[in-house]
């Protein structure tokens, strides 16, 4: 019995040890859960920006072997992932598992014969002799958006307004591969300015990161120089300080900095081009593109769109119906040529986005507060025209939606032959009426097909019985 007691007792320990170990457990994943929720954009980021680094991007020609290649790069550590996209030429984007195997590839990698220019990038072009054989095309990734024609075609097989902007969302999201493209983009163009600048990182802000992103929307991205512009600390312990170049002003500054960054990409950047300074906005930026991938990418040094674009990501986070909504009123502002992918005297996509009840300000057309400044208004460039076409715009589709008894589908499998409704009917004439048009011309012309073949073959059985039914 005292063998049995100390075995009861040696089991009531094991449940308490096992009980304190979930709860526990318990404690770890709820902090652990917490903490991934506070880190998330950040860690993302840090993810996708590392990923990047081990990735190069490889232009090949049309036709070549697929297993081969793979193989020429495994000579320098594993490959964990590859995708190929088509922008004029057939691309590669290549992620190794270690940072080793870009050192590897670029070692054995050649310049061009003739060539001068002392910089060596990740983009790479794949020369494949024809005797290689055998040549094959590979599968590509569709990294464009679909056409207007497309999309109208979806929305009107849907059956609800809520699966039609879901829908939008899921045909026009940045796919997992144009974000890696992305991050890649960028960290080609921090290689770049890390000449100059060596502890800087190159950081895509804007809709590539805040949960907003199109197929096809422009790359924003901050040169964020890493603790250059240190706060001034007053100590009163010896140490040292470094010497610095004095500008007339940080604005001065950054302009400077954007210039000489600019002149590079200009000179020594491979894949970079159209490259045009604008020093003198309100916030300086050079604008280029970046032909490998397609993208049209702007470079600032401001870090607030770092922050602004954090919180809209976090908006999206909340609450699962903020994105699909803003990437309707995104797509229909777009559409209505109420936004416009150049600044001006319109609003832009930011300051739609967090368009509040639009505040009544005498000195301001259209004031819309800035989240982190509530004085500052982001909507300070809209001049009078554009806010009046806007209002207009919102009156009518109100007034659509409100009198033609659009909100709801028509029931049967034929509702999306009839005409626009739902969202569709918000959007531009232009973009819906090719889609009713045809599909209501290619009715009758299906008829009157059936309708010959049906008279061919009843004057074939009409010659074989000798009459005519032709008249009837
Ligand atoms: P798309 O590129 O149109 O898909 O959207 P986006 O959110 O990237 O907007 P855009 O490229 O026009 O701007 C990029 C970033 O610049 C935004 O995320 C903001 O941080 C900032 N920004 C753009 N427009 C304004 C503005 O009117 N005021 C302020 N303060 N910042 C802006
Ligand atoms: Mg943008």
Redesign the pocket.
């Known amino acids: 019995s005292l063998e049995r007691f100390g075995r009861v007792q040696a089991l009531q320990t094991q449940r308490k040890f096992a009980s304190t170990l979930t709860a526990i457990k318990d404690e770890t994943e709820t902090a652990n859960t917490e903490a991934k929720q506070c880190s998330t954009f950040q860690s993302m980021q840090e993810e996708r920006r590392e990923r990047a680094e081990r990735s190069v991007l490889i232009s090949c020609p049309p036709k070549f072997n697929e297993s081969k290649f793979l193989k020429l790069l495994s000579t320098h550590g594993t490959v964990k992932k590859y995708f190929f996209y088509h922008n004029s030429t057939t691309n590669a984007v290549v992620e190794f598992s270690s940072r080793n195997s870009i050192a590897s590839l670029m070692e054995s990698t050649r310049l061009p014969s003739g060539s001068s220019i002392p910089f060596k990038s990740r983009l790479m072009s794949l020369k494949w002799p024809d005797t290689q054989s055998p040549l094959r095309k590979v599968k590509l990734q569709d990294l464009t958006p679909p056409t207007p024609l497309d999309t109208i075609k979806k929305l009107s097989k849907k059956n609800s307004i809520d699966e039609q902007l879901q829908c939008l969302m899921d045909i026009y999201q940045l796919t997992e591969e144009s974000i890696s493209l992305r991050y890649l983009v960028c960290s080609l163009l921090g290689d770049l300015a890390g000449v100059y600048f060596p502890q800087s990182v190159i950081r895509p802000?804007?809709?590539?990161v805040?949960g907003?992103?199109?197929l096809g929307?422009?790359l924003?991205m901050i040169l964020d120089l890493n603790g250059t512009y240190e706060g001034s600390q007053k100590r009163s312990s010896p140490h040292l300080e470094y010497q610095v170049k004095m500008a007339l002003s940080e604005r001065a500054m950054v302009q400077t900095i954007l210039s000489v960054i600019a002149r590079c990409l200009e000179k020594f950047g491979p894949g970079f081009g159209g490259v045009e300074s604008i020093p003198h906005a309100?916030?300086p930026i050079v604008r280029f593109s970046h032909e490998t991938s397609g993208l049209s990418c702007?470079l600032?040094l401001?870090t607030?769109?770092?922050?602004?674009?954090e919180l809209?990501f976090l908006y999206g986070q909340l609450d699962p119906r903020v994105r699909p909504l803003l990437f309707a009123v995104?797509f229909w502002a777009?559409n209505h040529g109420i936004?416009k992918?150049v600044?001006g005297a319109w609003?832009?996509?930011?300051?739609l986005?967090l368009m509040e009840k639009p505040q009544f300000k005498p000195e301001a057309n259209l004031f819309?507060r800035?989240p982190f400044e509530e004085d500052?208004n982001?909507?300070?460039?809209v001049n009078e025209k554009q806010l009046s076409n806007f209002v207009t715009l919102c009156q009518k589709c109100a007034w659509i939606s409100q009198t033609q008894n659009v909100l709801k589908p028509l029931s049967g499998s034929v509702k999306e032959f009839n005409s626009p409704w739902g969202f569709v009917a918000l959007l531009p004439e232009h973009m819906y009426t090719p889609v009713f048009a045809t599909l209501k011309r290619k009715k009758p012309s299906v008829n009157i097909t059936d309708l010959f073949k049906t008279l061919k073959l009843t004057k074939k059985t009409d010659a074989n019985e000798g009459e005519s039914v032709v008249a009837d």
């Open positions: 802000f804007g809709s590539t805040n907003l992103g199109r929307c422009d924003d309100r916030c702007d600032t401001n607030f769109g770092m922050k602004s674009s809209l995104r777009q936004t992918v600044p609003i832009t996509n930011f300051s986005t819309i800035n500052l982001v909507s300070k460039n």
